[in-house]
């Protein structure tokens, strides 16, 4: 009964590689997000979806894709991994349109590019 | 980006103190939000206080907001050793529905 998933928690790779990091929530949110935490655990948002409708992209490498099957689902698909992809990816949900109020977020996914 | 700051980076004190945290920002903003963040995981919602709101409470929570001095602190009273983890504020700006500008944390350790 998690909120937000995602999976998976860890992700090894080589650089080059292509990896999909999936999200689902079940609080019946509109909104939904994708965020990297650097290594000085400063976040930055990466995108925005609105009932499946791209809302925010944030200057981020055209590698990464944000797919919305849903609007239960945000998927974060990254071509070419490089080493400085190497952080941990939060996905998020948020009750009402926009982020005037608060977020859930999931657990992480701690991704690193060897 | 816009960045929110926190101040102090890192804070240590005993168990069973209080604990305060700042958060500074630069523009307008909609509401102020501060989410803890344990270890190894993804951040919890601690308490939201809108612009037109001076001081909320949530428990052993206490957030003030001074939009004058475009400033948040958040107080833990009675601090446990459960209470390690990193803080963060958020800022939801007046001319933006989508976009939550974040400080870099404030790092808090409970010595038992």
């Known amino acids: 009964d998690t909120a937000v998933s995602q999976t998976p928690k860890y992700l090894v790779t080589q650089m080059g590689n292509d990896k999909s990091i999936k999200c689902e929530q079940n609080?019946?949110?509109?909104?939904m997000y994708w965020y990297k935490q650097d290594s000085k655990k400063f976040l930055k948002i990466m995108f925005s979806?609105?009932?499946?409708?791209?809302?925010i992209n944030e200057t981020v490498p055209n590698r990464f894709s944000p797919k919305s099957p849903d609007k239960a689902h945000l998927n974060l698909h990254i071509n070419s991994l490089e080493l400085g992809d190497s952080a941990v990816y939060f996905c998020a949900s948020s009750p009402l349109t926009g982020v005037r109020e608060k977020l859930f977020f999931g657990s992480g996914t701690q991704l690193s590019v060897l | 980006s816009q960045q929110g700051e926190e101040d102090p980076q890192a804070l240590s004190i005993q168990e069973g103190e209080n604990a305060t945290m700042n958060c500074s920002y630069k523009t307008s903003i909609n509401n102020l939000q501060w989410y803890r963040q344990n270890s190894g995981r993804g951040l919890v919602h601690l308490i939201l206080?809108?612009?037109n709101e001076r001081e909320k409470h949530s428990g052993r929570l206490r957030v003030t907001l001074d939009t004058s001095k475009k400033s948040s602190s958040l107080l833990i009273t009675a601090s446990r050793a459960a209470d390690t983890a990193s803080y963060f504020c958020a800022t939801a700006l007046m001319d933006s529905n989508y976009q939550l500008i974040w400080g870099a944390g404030t790092k808090l350790i409970i010595k038992p």
């Open positions: 206080i809108r612009s």
């Open positions: 609080l019946g949110h509109d909104t």
């Open positions: 979806y609105n009932n499946k409708e791209l809302i």
